[in-house]
């Protein structure tokens, strides 16, 4: 079970770019799906979350530009960034909860991709 992750790359201030992500695996369906991100040097923190019953959860500094959707049959989930900022330069990482054989919890973590604005 495995999160792939495509998307990142580098824009100018004020530009769009789309993340998505798909979790793969026969046996695990994803319940809660989402991204973080982490600034060099620092925690990881919440961009956006969208949980299975459709409920959506932003960060403070992102809401208004981010838009994060999913496609429960593809286990998908993406994540539309908008009038980027240089400060939302960071490695972002997908991240899903779901259940494994319908049984066991479990949390994934993709590879985390590089998204750079530049000023």
């Known amino acids: 079970v495995q999160l792939q992750a495509s998307g990142g790359g580098q824009v100018e201030a004020g530009g769009s770019l789309t993340l998505s992500c798909v979790a793969s695996g026969s046996y695990f369906s994803a319940n809660d799906m989402g991204w973080h991100r982490q600034f060099q040097g620092k925690e990881r923190e919440l961009v956006a979350e969208?949980?299975?019953?459709?409920?959506?959860y932003y960060g403070d500094s992102v809401k208004g530009r981010f838009t994060i959707s999913r496609d429960n049959a593809r286990n998908a989930v993406d994540l539309q960034m908008h009038s980027l900022k240089p400060e939302d330069t960071a490695v972002y990482y997908c991240?899903?909860?779901?259940?494994?054989?319908?049984?066991?919890?479990?949390?994934?973590w993709g590879k985390g991709t590089q998204v750079t604005v530049s000023s």
């Open positions: 969208i949980l299975e019953n459709g409920e959506v």
């Open positions: 991240k899903a909860d779901g259940l494994l054989l319908n049984v066991s919890p479990m949390t994934i």
